[in-house]
């Protein structure tokens, strides 16, 4: 029988939001995957991030009006135990046509 599935997980940062956070969870809490690398952007390649659109500000007020007691999908979610024990490796993203891709060296050590 083949062993677990080995995800990896490319992260802006330290800190992951709490939907993505959940999601790595519950597709490692089983023996059907597990969490082998978490492939970090280097800190000084970090894009800024443009502001929300007011449509979406706007719905983001209402619904933390209407439904603030519940947590917030967005929330960053730092030192968490399942990232601690996971190996990582920092990566400088290249800008290419339409967006980012990696190095060919760092494709090579994710798959080592």
Known sequence: MPGPLRVGALLDGEALPAWAHRLLFQATATPVAE???IVLRDGQA?????RAPFAFRAYQT???R????????AEPIVD??????CPRLVATPIVCDGGEALAPETVEAIRA
């Open 46 to 50: 970090r894009p800024a991030r443009p």
């Open 62 to 64: 209402l619904d933390r």
């Open 66 to 73: 209407l439904f603030g007691g519940r947590s917030d999908h």
């Open 80 to 85: 968490s135990p399942l990232l601690a024990s």
């Open 35 to 37: 969490l082998a690398l």
